[in-house]
């Protein structure tokens, strides 16, 4: 018999921690030593607070690109609908590199997966040979951004 799913555990925070990460998301470049100044601790405590930060899942410090900028003509979201068991299929999706965002929804739609690709062609691809060829995929409909607004990744710390 298979063994139900386990939800992850919420990470608790301290106000320290959760200002460390307030710098970091206004700089993840952000020397030790600043943010430890900006925090009240020591460059080595805020690198030991910064490393279990990373280890537990909490955060991650990345370069987030444009993708224009890089060769992505083409931004989308593709609203899915499946068949039989969602996590599955989510776990499928992710598994393709021009997929960058997959979440699982309640509403017109069972999985949101967002893509990046260099042109129609790579679009149609994308779709057709290889999302709409996965297990339980019903139905997908894609929404292409024509322009981007606001992408922003310094919300608060609850």
Known sequence: MAQPKTRSRRQQLD?????????LQQDGRRPYAAIGKAVGLSEAAVRQRVQKLIETGTVQIVAVTDPQQIGFARELMIG?????DLEEAADLLSEIPEVVYVVLTAGSFDILAEAVVVDDDHLLELINDRIRKLPGVRRTETFMYLKL???TYNWGIA
């Open 15 to 23: 106000d320290t921690s959760k200002a460390i990460i307030e710098q």
């Open 80 to 84: 899915i609908n499946i068949e039989g």
């Open 149 to 151: 607004k606001k992408q």
